[in-house]
């Protein structure tokens, strides 16, 4: 068992979804259209699932119409969007998805204009950078909830998918200065994982390999912890809830409503449309509690059971993933400027919209029947966010879950992920020390974040 972890106090809400220096996020964007002007002038033709999707646009002409709308309305103040890193025209917007889908996530690196020196940051949500400032407009908000258009996207999602998971994605996993296993990126781990290392935490399949032994992107993404080290902490007790996901608390919420309206400012959560549009199943948790958590993407990204119990299904629920969109966001005026961006920076919407995705994103529900009465029937939602096109759920309908066994798991990018208790469920979130969770406080999966009240009591 490893020694005491102290939760993280993440430096911005941001991180792994929005460069924290400008530098990098600059570099990275300016090399990906600078290939994609390259490709525009040469008049290159558009691999096939890129021109498939271009094709689907074009021959819709509600959607032909509204993309040119965005490219009108996105932010172009310099202060913001220099044209050397922001695609500002549609065709040029086809080839940088053209280029981008051919390659696997990176770090990047920049040289940081106030000292000189090298600095770097993962770039693992690399299309979410190219819809970044596009999905912040009212037309990107018509359009990206607009069902054809996320189908034609998911199309080519899976074929971005189906190479992260080819032996010809795991050029990037090295230990070169852009590769994820470099002395860089080394070090934007170790403040997740300490006192273990990377090799301590994960299992390699070759952890002295330059690539550590995987064999594909998705390989490292998915990675599985090794024994002992995301112990149940403290041990098993009935009373308490654990952590679904290596992941940093966004926030929670009590005496949650059937039906609520989500405004910019004040994201209230309705239960209703979290689990697909079925009053049946929202109103066992009428009046009961959410806790959001999201995950970077250098976080591990399989779920866990936050309890021990029953799976349990619903046949007015077609599966248990329901569909979604991908990059739409609640458009806004930009950051507050005290999380992290300055005041009006119009990036990072989709961070700021955690809350509505959970009725909006392609998302997997899985209910759980707790043993302990009090907590009784309880809700786990993995929220797949951009370029997540895949939300894996590895249990059935009547399995035993203890706390700790796995749900089912995210693939190629970052994610958000909720717990619904119902109104029975007296709750504190705490963690095995006492204290309260913390938003925007990064905490290890398998470790307390909440305990029941006993009925009674």
Not at 39 to 45: L, Y
Not at 86 to 92: E, G, L
Not at 249 to 259: P, W
Not at 382 to 398: I, L, P
């Amino acid at each position: 068992m490893p020694d005491k972890h102290v939760p993280v106090k993440q430096k911005t809400a941001y991180h792994g979804w929005v460069p924290l220096n400008p530098e990098v996020h600059k570099a990275f964007l300016d090399l990906k259209l600078g290939a994609a002007r390259k490709r525009k002038d040469s008049k290159a033709v558009l691999i096939q699932p890129v021109a498939d999707f271009a094709k689907a646009i074009y021959d819709d002409s509600f959607m032909r119409e509204t993309i040119h709308k965005i490219f009108r309305q996105v932010n172009k103040d310099p202060k913001w969007a220099a044209r050397s890193y922001v695609a500002d025209d549609y065709p040029t917007f086809l080839y940088l998805l053209d280029v981008i889908v051919q390659e696997a996530p990176a770090y990047y690196k920049a040289t940081r204009e106030s000292d000189g020196e090298i600095i770097g940051e993962p770039i693992g949500v690399p299309l979410y950078l190219v819809f970044d400032l596009l999905s912040n407009t009212s037309a990107a908000y018509t359009l990206f909830c607009y069902p054809p258009f996320n189908d034609a996207l998911k199309t080519l999602l899976d074929y971005w998918g189906t190479y992260l998971q080819s032996t010809n994605s795991n050029y990037t996993l090295n230990t070169t200065a852009e590769g994820w296993f470099g002395q860089i990126a080394t070090q934007d781990f170790v403040p997740y994982l300490y006192p273990l290392t990377f090799d301590e935490t994960y299992v390699s399949p070759d952890s002295s390999a330059d690539n550590k032994g995987y064999t594909s992107w998705d390989a490292f993404f998915t990675r599985d912890f090794q024994t002992g080290a995301r112990p149940i902490n403290p041990s098993y007790d009935s009373s308490l809830i654990y952590n679904a996901c290596e992941s940093t608390t966004l926030q929670y919420r009590t005496n949650v409503q059937l039906h609520d309206t989500f405004w910019l400012k004040d994201q209230n959560y309705s239960l209703y449309d979290m689990v697909g549009g079925h009053p049946a199943i929202a109103e066992k948790f009428e009046g009961g509690t959410v806790y959001q958590a999201f995950l970077s993407p250098q976080d591990y990204h399989r779920w866990h059971s936050p309890v021990k119990g029953t799976i349990v299904t619903y046949e007015t629920i077609p599966g248990s993933v329901l569909p979604g969109t991908y990059y739409a966001v609640l458009p806004d005026d930009g950051s507050p400027g005290n999380d992290g961006l300055e005041k009006g920076d119009p990036h990072g919407a989709l961070i700021r919209s955690q809350p509505w995705l959970t009725v909006s994103s392609t998302r997997a529900v899985i209910f759980i029947q707790a043993d302990n009465a009090d907590i009784g029937l309880m809700c786990f939602i993995g929220v797949g966010m951009a370029e997540v096109s895949t939300c894996d759920v590895t249990v059935t309908e009547g399995q035993s879950v203890d706390v700790g066994d796995e749900l089912g798991m995210f693939h190629f990018g970052g994610s958000s992920h909720a717990l619904i208790f119902g109104p029975q469920a007296k709750l504190t979130f705490e963690d095995p020390d006492g204290n309260p969770l913390e938003e925007n406080t990064h905490y290890w999966i398998n470790t307390q974040i909440g305990k029941v009240e006993a009925s009674g009591a």
